[in-house]
C-alpha cells in the first residue's frame, strides 16, 4: 500500500497530484494491483485574464501472471 501527494506553486500558478495504490498477492504467481491519482491545475493561461482550474480523475487496475 502507498500514498503519495506533491504540490507545485509556480507564478503561473499550483499544480497537486494526490495518488494511492495497493498490490495483492492472489496466489504464487498471480498479483492484482490498482492505482487511483487525483490531479488539479489551477493555472493562469497565457494570453487570458483569470485563472482555470483543470480536474482530473483516473483509475489504474493491472494483473501479473507469471507461469
Do not use: C, M, W
Not at 487511483?36 to 483543470?54: C, F, L, M, P, Q
Amino acid at each position: 500500500v502507498a500514498v503519495s501527494y506533491g504540490n507545485q506553486d509556480t507564478n503561473l500558478g499550483e499544480l497537486s497530484v494526490l495518488s494511492a495504490g495497493a498490490t495483492y498477492v492472489v496466489a504464487p504467481g498471480l498479483i492484482v494491483s490498482g492505482d487511483y491519482y487525483h490531479i488539479e491545475n489551477d493555472a493562469v493561461r497565457t494570453g487570458s485574464s483569470g485563472t482555470s482550474k483543470d480536474r482530473g480523475d483516473y483509475f489504474i487496475l493491472s494483473t501479473h501472471l507469471d507461469f
